[in-house]
T-cell receptor, first 115, second 114 residues
Framework: EPEVTQTPSHQVTQMGQEVILRCVPI?????FYWYRQILGQKVEFLVS????????KSEIFDDQFSVERPDGSNFTLKIRSTKLEDSAMYFC?????????????FGSGTQLSVL | GNSVTQMEGPVTLSEEAFLTINCTYT??????LFWYVQYPGEGLQLLLK?????DKGSNKGFEATYRKETTSFHLEKGSVQVSDSAVYFC?????????????FGKGTHLIIQP
């Protein structure tokens, strides 16, 4: 089965530094997402992306966050100035279509640790 | 707003035991309901889904029935195996054509002992 690929699997950074989390969605998918899970808490929606622009974003996705599809294959999440509370597992996902019952394919996640 | 509540883990069972992981939800309208599973070192994978009331989703011996009257979608399996050890996430989608994806529960860590 095709996979969503995320790199790196673990990222350690100092508070205030910029980080870029990378994802390669499934090639024929059109909708892309970022989710995060802080340790012990729920998986939370951050942002969705379609046709080279943000479709929806949550309250978590403030001005410190941005997403980009710099080429035909990568989908990135940038955090401009990391805070301790940004430490979490970040999941990328993609789907072919948009719909209430549509299946999302998830990557294995990037564990971000902000020190 | 939407929310999903699932039983806290870890849940530890012996092989061949019966499994139930409870999940209840709050949502407007008529959401679709999902169970995702995350095996160690892997991404979230769709295990099963149900898109309307009284639907039963099933896969790999797991089942869950969409119960609108109790707003529940409990996951069950009659006889678990060591290979079922993973984290299980209940989720709902109520985007109605929007792009806000899924609302997840916290996840339940299932440990099956031989």
């Amino acid at each position: 089965e095709p996979e969503v690929t995320q790199t790196p699997s673990h990222q350690v950074t100092q508070m205030g530094q910029e980080v870029i989390l990378r994802c390669v969605p499934i090639s024929n998918h059109l909708y892309f997402y970022w989710y995060r899970q802080i340790l012990g808490q729920k998986v939370e929606f951050l942002v969705s992306f379609y046709n080279n622009e943000i479709s929806e974003k949550s309250e978590i996705f403030d001005d410190q966050f941005s997403v980009e599809r710099p080429d035909g294959s990568n989908f990135t999440l940038k955090i401009r100035s990391t805070k301790l509370e940004d430490s979490a597992m970040y999941f990328c996902a993609s789907s072919q279509l948009l719909g209430q019952g549509e299946k999302l394919f998830f990557g294995s996640g990037t564990q971000l640790s902000v020190l | 707003g939407n929310s999903v509540t699932q039983m806290e883990g870890p849940v530890t069972l012996s092989e061949e035991a019966f499994l139930t992981i409870n999940c209840t939800y709050t949502a407007t309208g008529y959401p679709s309901l999902f169970w995702y599973v995350q095996y160690p070192g892997e991404g979230l994978q769709l295990l099963l889904k149900a898109t309307k009331a009284d639907d039963k989703g099933s896969n790999k011996g797991f089942e869950a029935t969409y119960r609108k009257e109790t707003t529940s979608f409990h996951l069950e399996k009659g006889s678990v195996q060591v290979s079922d050890s993973a984290v299980y996430f209940c989720a709902l989608s109520n985007s109605g054509g929007g792009a806000d994806g899924l609302t997840f529960g916290k996840g339940t860590h299932l440990i099956i002992q031989p």
